[in-house]
Every structure is written in structure tokens, then in C-alpha cells.
């Protein structure tokens, strides 16, 4: 059996305030593109299909999209909800729209029914685990006592559920579990929302023991934490932290005992990220960074006067810089000027803070505006005191 392991896809999300909804059809267009070229049998979406709980109109409308076309498709398709989708909501008519081979898993109580697929080898049962919020689920599973409010004692009662369920198949029934939690062992991005309970987020690896195939969700990241322990990562990317991170999707065989092979497969890439740092004569000049130029940008200005009108300038190079940043040079100024203010006027001092602050004479233009602003003090005081 040939799986397409994906996560994360957002739908919704805004990177910057740069809409990502056409960018996350185009992945969508790919996938059924996999689907068909590499002859995919089960696809498995584990977790944050939305961005959030309510999500706009124009990604649910996506979604359907997504949802008629997979259906439509020669694979079966197993998703999951995520921390950031509604459980409640994204489940919505899920037993109707089993019949048409998309099972949608939400409910935590359900974790030890799969979704049961046959090939050549046998069965392989596909235990669809949402996210599970501990000081949600621990009541429902019945767990008590402070240690059962965690990720690990949660997650680890529902794949005792799966592994009791697995129990009772017949023997050499392959077991494929999806998983949205944060695995020790893999590193994070700046885009996933903190899921931590009293600081402790990860869960150990030994609780996926012994099963055929993990699926998970929740890191943007790809990582391969053992051979049949996996996160597939965002598609696309969500923060200028995963601007080294190459995004796809696992594509899985499994044999008779497990994994035989597992080929990652690169997305396409709407428009490259990249992280800039210097003066901004540097970033503007400077011919190694001429292939940023068609990149969403993050630039880090070490400037140790900070320049006027800098991403205004930065974008006549890079028209598509979204972020700027200030890491000056200059010494630290330390305590502001000691001097007595006896017998020095207000706009004096407040050019010599500008000066100490910046490390640079405040402009004319400026010396005016402060002036004026102490002027208007100056009358509010005045007429204060009639």
C-alpha cells in the first residue's frame, strides 16, 4: 500500500498579511497530482487543516474543493483535526461523508476505531488521533490525579485504546496511526502555536513504539525521527524561521511488516524566503544578494545610525520585503546624559536624548518638530495654570 503522508495545510493563513489562499489551491493542485502519478492508495492529513477555529468563508470553500476532488480520486483519505481547527466543526457530517471514502477523525473517544483498508499483504488499519487538549480529554478518558493532565498521559491512553483495538485484528494487520503532538526530538518553528501544559510540551518516541507507521502533525518542519516515525511539515512555510526548510509531503509504501521505502516529495515553492543582515548601503549594493530580489524578505539593518525611510528604500530592491529589523552597532549608550538641567532649555535636552538615544545629531527637521512640541507643552502648562 502506497500512502501520501501532508499536515499543517492552514488554509487561511496569511504570512505577513500576504494572502496565502492561492498558493495553498496551487499545493492543492499538486496533491491530487501525486495522488494520480504515483498511484497513491491512502492520503493522510494529520491535523490544522484550518488556520483556526472559525475560519474565513474563502477556505472553507477551498476545502470543499479539496474534500470533492479527493473524493473523487483513485485514494482513500484519512484527516485529523489539529490544535488550531474545531474539532466540532471540521467533524461536521463526518459519518455521511465516510460513504464517499474521506473519513474525517475528531472525536477523541473514537480513537480505537479505525478506518480499514486492504492490499495484497492484508489489512491495514488507519487509527485517526486528533489533537488532544489534556485538560480536555483526561476527564474523558477517565484519567485522574496531576500527572494525567499532560500530552504524554493523554496520548499515551489513546494508543493504548489503538493497540487494544489492534489486539483483537487478525494477525499481520499493519497499524497506521496519525498524531498532531510535538515529539521529542524534533525542533520547532516560529509559526506553531505553543501547545505546552505547566511548561512540558513533548512526548517520547517510545510511545509510537512497535507501530507499522506514524503520521504526525503539528512541527512545520519535515523530520524523520525513526524509520516509521515521521512529520511531514507545513507545505508551505508560515514564518521566515522555516526559511531553510524544504516543504512536501511523505510518500509512503508499506509492506507486509511495515515500511519498505519512504520518499519525500517537494511542494512547489510560491515565492523564496530569505533573511538579510547588514547597513542598508549593503543590503542595497551588494551583488550576493541580487537573487533576493523576487523573495519575500526579512531584513536585519546593523546600521549604527538608524536609516530614514529604510523599507522604502530596502523594497525599490526587493519589492517584496515584509519584514524590517534594527540590530545597531553602536555601543550601548547606558544611562541617559547626568548633566543638571539647571539653566539648559527643554529643547536642549531633548536633542541631547536623541543624540544619546541614537547615536546621531538629531536632523533640522526634527530639532523643528521637537521644538514645536515643547512649545505645545509649554502652552498646555501655561494655560493649566490660570
Known sequence: MRLLHTSDWHLGRSFHREGMLAHQAAFLD???????????????????VYDRALPPVDAVALFDDALVRLA???????LTSGNHDSALRLGFS????????VHLRT???????????ADEHGTVAVYGL?????????????????ASRSHEAVLGEALRRVRADLAERPDGTRAVVMAHAFVAGAAPSESERDISVGGVARV?????????????GHLHGAHTLAPHLRYSGSPLAYSFSESEQTKGSWLVDL??????????????????????RGTLEELLTAAEHEPATGAWVEATLTDVVRPSQA?????GRFPHALVLRFESTAAPIGAPPGAPARGRGDLEIATEFVEALRGAPATDAEVALLQEAVDACCTAAAEAGR
Not at 206 to 215: I, K, R, W
Not at 311 to 315: D, H, N, Q
Open 311 to 315: 523599507m522604502e528604500r530596502l523594497r
Open 30 to 48: 499538486h496533491l491530487l497530482e501525486v495522488v494520480e502519478s504515483e498511484d497513491v492508495d491512502l492520503v493522510v492529513v494529520s491535523g490544522d
Open 204 to 216: 517520547p518516541t517510545t510511545l509510537f513504539d512497535d507501530l507499522h507507521y506514524v503520521a504526525l
Open 72 to 78: 473523487a480520486s483513485r485514494a482513500r483519505v484519512v
Open 94 to 101: 463526518s459519518r455521511l461523508i465516510d460513504a464517499a471514502g
Open 255 to 276: 509492506g507486509a511488516d511495515g515500511v519498505t521505502e519512504a520518499r519525500f516529495v517537494p511542494a512547489p515553492v510560491p515565492r523564496p524566503l530569505a533573511r538579510l
Open 107 to 117: 472525536d477523541p473517544a473514537d480513537v480505537g476505531a479505525p478506518v480499514l483498508l
Open 130 to 146: 486528533p489533537y488532544l487538549e489534556p485538560s480536555l480529554v483526561a476527564p474523558l478518558y477517565g484519567l485522574e490525579g496531576p
